[in-house]
């Protein structure tokens, strides 16, 4: 018989073998939550004596956060959840449906990856109403719908992949207190933080803190100024031609965003240390210039995990704080995010599985895991209160209010490329190769491999 979602706690079958799962973190009935949603959700599925099993990448505390939401479903549904990860997830997914016992449902952050499992025919496609959903629910929604749609073997494209816990990568860092110290303001276009550049630089400061150091990976930092200086530059379609290589690394409008980026990193007087440091200056360490007294800097761009290496008791909003990386005003190009995230997928359909994608679908799916940590979404109709920190609600506005949002381009590329070539094309041109050249070398290197 289905059960109540008052009824307890759900049983999940956990990692290390079946447990007790936790109580809900929110009673139902209680709070800013969306319960008519998690009712309405309920009242339509009964999955009584039914497994779903769903595979992921979340491990440790994020683990626990994902478990958290699932006891939802669970309840809900009264199916029995089955979540599942691994070290080497992205080898076992391919392991598993290759063998022929995959699971229910996937959720990977890995979109190059998906494609190919859904070329294989390991996929199954989730439908014109889920498409239609994302349009009108998600802000930029025909982006999510591009993201989440991939060549089937049909050779037929549609949507296969549900985008859930979404990362911004379009931020910049800086110090409030530096701020208004200095007189400054966050500008809120490109052309005013090409100005405040140069106006730090005039008055005898250093404006921005760049690190490209990250061992084997160095140079990484690079590609995400380059891929946000693609999305400010050109239309959307042009970003997703350059990062299937419908036009080639080298074509104009590529070695233009290098230029952009070189414009900020390849200037002596704009970088802590000067342009030589760029490079060698580990990418962990580089924001660290902020807090230093005196400041060394007083803008870092950077994705939304950097805190972690801000000096131990920085408050964020107070000691620190973050800005979106803003577009051109006389480019016309709206306020394109770029950043990563996960998306669900179906690789063994069900019933389970299909009422998995509908409770992504519904609010309470978002709010649970918003109102903790480490999630942030692009639905709009999930109530942006909810946000356990105002750090994370200021990073799910700049989600809501973006007019396009593109995947990680190194992530979409071959890994020869995007994590290889392209890396290492990024420290030559700091080094002092121009952008013409590097993008040729990037580009014979993708040739390379076709």
Same mark, same amino acid.
């Given at each position: 018989?289905?059960?109540?979602?008052?009824?307890?706690?759900?049983?999940?079958?956990?990692?290390?073998?079946?447990?007790?799962?936790?109580?809900?973190?929110?009673?139902?009935?209680?709070?800013?939550?969306?319960?008519?949603?998690?009712?309405?959700?309920?009242?339509?599925?009964?999955?009584?004596?039914?497994?779903?099993?769903? /595979?992921?990448?979340?491990?440790?505390?994020?683990?626990?956060?994902?478990?958290?939401?699932?006891?939802?479903?669970?309840?809900?549904?009264?199916?029995?959840?089955?979540?599942?990860?691994?070290?080497?997830?992205?080898?076992?997914?391919?392991?598993?449906?290759?063998?022929?016992?995959?699971?229910?449902?996937?959720?990977?952050?890995?979109?190059?990856?998906?494609?190919?499992?859904?070329?294989?025919?390991?996929?199954?496609?989730?439908?014109?109403?889920?498409?239609?959903?994302?349009?009108?629910?998600?802000?930029?929604?025909?982006?999510?719908?591009?993201?989440?749609?991939?060549?089937?073997?049909?050779?037929?494209?549609?949507?296969?992949?549900?985008?859930?816990?979404?990362?911004?990568?379009?931020?910049?860092?800086?110090?409030?207190?530096?701020?208004?110290?200095?007189?400054?303001?966050?500008?809120?276009? +490109?052309?005013?933080?090409?100005?405040?550049?140069?106006?730090?630089?005039?008055?005898?400061?250093?404006?921005?803190?760049?690190?490209?150091?990250?061992?084997?990976?160095?140079?990484?930092?690079?590609?995400?100024?380059?891929?946000?200086?693609?999305?400010?530059?050109?239309?959307?379609?042009?970003?997703?031609?350059?990062?299937?290589?419908?036009?080639?690394?080298?074509?104009?409008?590529?070695?233009?965003?290098?230029?952009? /980026?070189?414009?900020?990193?390849?200037?002596?007087?704009?970088?802590?240390?000067?342009?030589?440091?760029?490079?060698?200056?580990?990418?962990?360490?580089?924001?660290?210039?902020?807090?230093?007294?005196?400041?060394?800097?007083?803008?870092?761009?950077?994705?939304?995990?950097?805190?972690?290496?801000?000096?131990?008791?920085?408050?964020?909003?107070?000691?620190?704080?973050?800005?979106?990386?803003?577009?051109?005003?006389?480019?016309?190009?709206?306020?394109?995010?770029?950043?990563?995230?996960?998306?669900?997928?179906?690789?063994?359909?069900?019933?389970?599985?299909?009422?998995?994608?509908?409770? +992504?679908?519904?609010?309470?799916?978002?709010?649970?895991?918003?109102?903790?940590?480490?999630?942030?979404?692009?639905?709009?109709?999930?109530?942006?209160?909810?946000?356990?920190?105002?750090?994370?609600?200021?990073?799910?506005?700049?989600?809501?209010?973006?007019?396009?949002?593109?995947?990680?381009?190194?992530?979409?590329?071959?890994?020869?490329?995007?994590?290889?070539?392209?890396?290492?094309?990024?420290?030559?041109?700091?080094?002092?190769?121009?952008?013409?050249?590097?993008?040729?070398?990037?580009?014979?290197?993708?040739?390379?491999?076709?």
């Amino acid at each position: 018989m289905k059960r109540s979602f008052l009824s307890g706690a759900a049983m999940l079958a956990l990692t290390a073998g079946t447990a007790q799962a936790a109580d809900m973190v929110f009673a139902p009935g209680e709070g800013g939550f969306n319960w008519d949603s998690y009712n309405a959700f309920a009242a339509a599925h009964d999955l009584s004596g039914e497994t779903v099993n769903i /595979f992921g990448p979340w491990r440790g505390d994020d683990q626990q956060l994902v478990e958290s939401v699932l006891v939802y479903f669970a309840e809900a549904t009264g199916a029995e959840v089955s979540y599942a990860s691994s070290e080497t997830y992205e080898q076992q997914i391919v392991i598993d449906t290759e063998a022929g016992s995959p699971p229910n449902i996937a959720i990977l952050p890995q979109p190059g990856l998906i494609a190919d499992l859904v070329s294989k025919g390991f996929v199954e496609p989730l439908g014109a109403e889920t498409e239609a959903w994302l349009k009108e629910n998600y802000a930029a929604g025909e982006s999510w719908v591009s993201l989440g749609s991939y060549t089937g073997p049909d050779g037929e494209s549609a949507l296969y992949a549900f985008p859930y816990k979404i990362d911004v990568k379009s931020l910049v860092w800086y110090v409030p207190e530096n701020f208004e110290d200095a007189g400054y303001e966050v500008p809120e276009t +490109l052309e005013d933080l090409k100005a405040l550049t140069e106006q730090i630089a005039e008055e005898g400061e250093t404006p921005w803190c760049i690190g490209l150091g990250s061992g084997g990976a160095t140079g990484w930092p690079a590609t995400d100024w380059v891929e946000d200086m693609m999305l400010r530059t050109q239309p959307p379609e042009v970003y997703d031609q350059w990062v299937t290589n419908e036009i080639p690394f080298n074509d104009p409008k590529v070695v233009g965003a290098i230029d952009e /980026f070189g414009w900020f990193a390849k200037n002596d007087a704009y970088v802590a240390g000067g342009t030589g440091a760029v490079a060698t200056t580990d990418f962990r360490e580089s924001p660290l210039g902020l807090f230093a007294s005196p400041s060394q800097c007083y803008l870092h761009h950077q994705a939304s995990f950097i805190p972690t290496f801000f000096p131990e008791g920085t408050e964020l909003g107070l000691d620190a704080d973050f800005f979106y990386m803003p577009a051109y005003e006389g480019k016309d190009l709206g306020k394109p995010v770029l950043g990563a995230g996960t998306l669900a997928f179906i690789t063994k359909d069900s019933p389970g599985a299909r009422a998995f994608i509908e409770f +992504l679908k519904t609010p309470i799916a978002h709010e649970i895991w918003m109102a903790q940590s480490g999630f942030l979404t692009p639905f709009k109709g999930a109530n942006a209160e909810l946000y356990g920190s105002p750090p994370l609600k200021k990073q799910g506005e700049i989600l809501l209010n973006a007019t396009t949002f593109r995947f990680d381009g190194s992530d979409l590329m071959p890994g020869a490329v995007g994590a290889g070539s392209f890396w290492t094309g990024m420290v030559d041109y700091v080094g002092g190769k121009s952008a013409e050249e590097v993008a040729t070398e990037i580009q014979n290197s993708w040739d390379g491999i076709k």
